[in-house]
């Protein structure tokens, strides 16, 4: 399905975004695993999140919804039972990873698959630790499906060859029911609202540098928790402003954990007029009010740590390289291969048809700054991310880009042309 973007418009007000996916997952998750009534206010109910709904439901998790208010009815560690049929992830390596940690350990055996996007994603990353655990994992040569025959499990000591949250907290998950102590080190540090929210239900972890230790448990105890505004979401919004003429906005209650900042903090160097306003803490997550006005921006080079801390938001970098004045590069992403699209190929071909100049390279892009953008027919390739760049390019056009597939925005953020119009 094909839709005529919004063009030449500038944005200006303020606004919200939704809930935070990844926090999202990992409320639902550890509610299930919690023993009571976890209550979760601020979900984001794009289709991941819904997976992870469905999923537990399936494992026979009574999850309810009253007043906007999600309700998850945890019976304890152990106190799922067996699925009737495979369990669905649709589009969410999110939850086909972290799940399997928990499944591991379970004491029946059972089968998640998901759509053909997740079917093509790399799942050695989390078959290998949990295998080094003790778990019992069959696959299709590392791709899902994935047949998990539940087992006892113990610690581990692993040191993480990439840079992934899914990976850690997949680990972290499995190691609530290990026979001893986990620790998983970190090279660089990934977003850690696995670490932020099982401490918070009770979990034994802890936290030193980039090391992090993780004790078996009998029990996780039921929490209220609020979810900020996904940064992720936001960014979009932020670039549309900082590229359009006479913008300015403010989004609230956005999460800022400094795991999650590296875009933000890469914009302020590249010269972004962006302040964060009433800063404060909810449920251990930093939060606050963003404020940004049209920028005038200069070309950065991005490498090491700040990779992981802005995986998600590379396709947006590479957008605004495009426009900034010089030459950008990015290096050490490969793992933007494995996303819902190989995002160095598809934001390289869709910006490049739009006018920019993107020389893909093994682990990034060379970025031509610079660039106007002229209108032309993009595709999303079914990637929610790529098609919400499409449309922040769009806004800078004389003409309306055509996006083929831009359904697939619901995945993460299905307010998003709302937000646009409204702005
Ligand atoms: C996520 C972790 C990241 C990110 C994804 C969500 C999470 O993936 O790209 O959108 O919620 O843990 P990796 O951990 O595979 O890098």
């Given at each position: 399905m094909e839709k005529k973007l919004i063009y030449n418009k500038n944005l200006n007000g303020k606004t919200t975004v939704l809930g935070d996916k990844s926090i999202s997952h990992r409320a639902i998750i550890l509610g299930a695993l919690a023993e009571g009534v976890t209550t979760i206010k601020?979900?984001?109910?794009g289709e991941d999140c819904i997976s992870t709904i469905k999923c537990f439901k399936d494992l026979g998790i009574n999850i309810t919804e009253k007043d906007d208010i999600i309700e998850v009815y945890g019976n304890g560690l152990y106190g799922f039972k067996k699925p009737k049929e495979a369990l669905y992830v649709g589009n969410s390596g999110t939850t086909i990873r972290l799940i399997s940690g928990i499944l591991s350990a379970q004491n029946f055996s059972c089968t998640i698959t998901g759509d053909s996007s997740i079917v093509k994603r790399p799942m050695k990353r989390i078959i290998e630790p949990l295998s080094l655990m003790g778990a019992n994992i069959n696959s299709n040569e590392c791709f899902a499906p994935l047949h998990i025959q539940g087992t006892s499990l113990n610690g581990v000591e692993y040191n993480m060859p990439i840079a992934s949250a899914q990976v850690k907290s997949s680990i972290l998950l499995a190691s609530l029911y290990a026979s001893s102590k986990t620790v998983v080190t970190e090279k660089f540090k990934s977003r850690n609202h696995s670490e932020i929210m099982l401490k918070y239900f009770g979990a034994d972890i802890n936290i030193n540098g980039n090391i992090i230790e993780s004790k078996p448990i009998s029990k996780l105890s039921s929490q209220n928790i609020e979810i900020c505004g996904d940064i992720s979401s936001a960014c979009f919004i932020i670039v549309g402003a900082l590229i359009t003429k006479n913008s300015h906005i403010v989004i609230e209650n956005v999460g800022i954990n400094p795991t999650r900042t590296g875009f933000l903090e890469v914009l302020l160097k590249m010269g972004a007029n962006i302040k964060f306003l009433n800063v404060r803490y909810i449920n251990g997550e930093k939060v606050c009010d963003i404020e940004v006005k049209s920028s005038y921006l200069k070309a950065y080079n991005i490498s090491g740590e700040i990779i992981p801390r802005m995986i998600d938001e590379i396709p947006l970098f590479a957008l605004v390289a495009s426009l900034a004045d010089g030459t950008s590069i990015v290096k050490d992403a490969s793992e933007l291969k494995f996303k819902e699209s190989n995002r160095i190929k598809t934001i390289s071909t869709e910006l490049n048809k739009i006018g920019a100049n993107i020389i893909e390279t093994d682990d990034g892009m060379i970025i031509e700054g610079n660039k106007n953008f002229i209108a032309n027919k993009c595709e999303s390739y079914n990637d929610h991310r790529i098609a919400m760049c499409i449309a922040v390019a769009s806004l800078i056009c004389k003409e309306p880009i055509i996006l083929n597939n831009y359904n697939c925005i619901k995945i993460s953020f299905p307010t998003f042309f709302d937000i646009l119009e409204n702005l």
């Open positions: 601020g979900f984001l109910k």
